[in-house]
T-cell receptor, first 112, second 114 residues
Framework: AQSVTQPDIHITVSEGASLELRCNYSYGATPYLFWYVQSPGQGLQLLLKYFSGDTLVQGIKGFEAEFKRSQSSFNLRKPSVHWSDAAEYFCAVGAGRSDMRFGAGTRLTVKP | EPEVTQTPSHQVTQMGQEVILRCVPISNHLYFYWYRQILGQKVEFLVSFYNNEISEKSEIFDDQFSVERPDGSNFTLKIRSTKLEDSAMYFC????????????FGPGTRLTVT
């Protein structure tokens, strides 16, 4: 069965610093991979997705992610974090079936 | 931009009562989903629905839960007899195709069972 692991429960970065959030997945075939962001009390907003093709995908709000099949990873990056990026970030895998499996999330705190 | 809507935004109910959570998916979408997120925990898949029937469900989705698409626009989740542990945020999502494609999430309904 597919699964997603986000090793970092909580990350703190300074505003303007670079960011990388880790995501590892387990699935037998090429999965469909997603990053969602959730601000406090809000729903889930899709940042970016990978289905096939170029392994470096660009998303909204200046985020990008790179699919690395050999490492079963789909890490999220941003070169310069803004205070408004503070939120919970979820990596998810969809397997071409109906359901989507989410990681436990990484909470991002941005220091001024 | 079309979006998924959910009502109510917050529902408080007493243990043992029935609740119905409502969702209006994006109009041309064919696949519908319910997820839940217990406070501080991960988002968990409950059920998917296509062509007027359940296509997949998780172990969480037991006989207390049911889903329905009563008309051409609404998609509902019913919890027949709520338990304290049903307190969570419930998200509805829809997609144009099978889950291999993007799912659009609603803002959620916070259910509090007292």
């Amino acid at each position: 069965a597919q699964s997603v692991t986000q090793p970092d429960i909580h990350i703190t970065v300074s505003e303007g610093a670079s960011l990388e959030l880790r995501c590892n997945y387990s699935y037998g075939a090429t999965p469909y991979l997603f990053w969602y962001v959730q601000s406090p009390g809000q729903g889930l907003q899709l940042l970016l997705k990978y289905f096939s093709g170029d392994t470096l995908v660009q998303g909204i709000k200046g985020f990008e992610a790179e699919f690395k099949r050999s490492q079963s990873s789909f890490n999220l990056r941003k070169p310069s974090v803004h205070w408004s990026d503070a939120a919970e970030y979820f990596c998810a895998v969809g397997a071409g079936r109906s359901d989507m499996r989410f990681g436990a999330g990484t909470r991002l705190t941005v220091k001024p | 931009e079309p979006e998924v809507t959910q009502t109510p935004s917050h529902q408080v109910t007493q243990m043992g009562q029935e609740v119905i959570l409502r969702c209006v998916p994006i109009s041309n979408h064919l696949y519908f989903y319910w997820y839940r997120q217990i406070l501080g925990q991960k988002v968990e898949f409950l059920v998917s629905f296509y062509n007027n029937e359940i296509s997949e469900k998780s172990e969480i989705f037991d006989d207390q839960f049911s889903v329905e698409r009563p008309d051409g626009s609404n998609f509902t989740l019913k919890i027949r007899s709520t338990k304290l542990e049903d307190s969570a945020m419930y998200f509805c999502a829809s997609s144009a195709r099978d889950g291999s494609y993007e799912q659009y999430f609603g803002p959620g309904t916070r259910l509090t069972v007292t």
